[in-house]
């Protein structure tokens, strides 16, 4: 069974510019979770939906946007990007039939310069 | 506020010795856990979890101990091999909130398995 992709797996950006990142979760899940990892530190919650709804978010300015489609695939929004955004950005799907564990994915590099 | 912390950033044990990480927690209304384990440039693996009913669970080499008292839990890898060196990093939930899926990170130890 596919596990959850991420993609673009790199990314290079510019301050001030745009990125969407992309998530596909495991089949059958239909909860999706962003975290940003920063070197050196644990991943910090950024966004949970299930069934296409917010339904929690940490603490992050409202540059950070997120949505979930029909299919329950999801992306991560970022403007205006600022050179502290660099980091590893998680996506970890969840299985609601009974186990609490979330699966990660392999992560997007962002690189702002 | 560090919910969850993890005090040791690095560990090295003999391999066929056991490893012993620790972790802490603050929030008393955590109650599912779990241990990840990452290496460089991927994201983190599941290991094993624990729920805050019970004290100890087992998944092979690996075993989670929950001491609610203390807010303090534990994962034991026992042979440890050279495959276990990662960064290990302990999380923590608050379950009974359904469909509030933060999970609340430590900031990792780095286990070496020496030859």
């Known amino acids: 069974d596919a596990g959850v992709t991420q993609s673009p797996t790199h990314l290079i950006k510019t301050r001030g510019q745009h990125v969407t990142l992309r998530c596909s979760p495991i089949?059958?899940?239909?909860?999706v979770s962003w975290y940003q990892q920063v070197l050196g530190q644990g991943p910090q919650f950024i966004f949970q939906?299930?069934?296409?709804?917010?339904?929690g978010r940490g603490n992050f300015p409202d540059r950070f946007s997120a949505r979930q489609f029909p299919n329950y695939s999801s992306e991560l929004n970022v403007n205006a990007l600022l050179l502290g955004d660099s980091a590893l950005y998680l996506c970890?799907?969840?299985?609601?039939?009974?186990?609490?564990?979330?699966?990660f994915g392999p992560g997007t590099r962002l690189l702002v310069l | 506020d560090q919910q969850v912390k993890q005090n040791s950033p690095s560990l090295s044990v003999q391999e066929g010795r056991i490893s012993i990480l620790n972790c802490d927690y603050t929030?008393?209304?955590?109650?599912?856990f779990l241990w990840y384990k990452k290496y460089p440039a991927e994201g983190p693996t599941f290991l094993i979890s624990?729920?805050?009913?019970?004290d100890k669970n087992e998944d092979g080499r690996f075993t989670v101990f929950l001491n609610k008292s203390a807010k303090h839990l534990s994962l034991h890898i026992v042979p440890s091999q050279p495959g276990d060196s990662a960064v290990y990093f302990c999380?923590?939930?608050?379950?009974?909130?359904?469909?509030?899926?933060?999970?609340?990170f430590g900031t990792g130890t780095r286990l070496t398995i020496i030859p």
């Open positions: 089949s059958g899940h239909k909860s």
């Open positions: 624990i729920s805050s009913i019970k």
């Open positions: 939906y299930y069934e296409k709804e917010e339904r």
């Open positions: 929030n008393s209304m955590f109650d599912y």
């Open positions: 970890a799907s969840r299985d609601f039939s009974g186990s609490e564990t979330q699966y």
């Open positions: 999380a923590a939930s608050d379950g009974a909130n359904f469909g509030n899926e933060k999970l609340t």
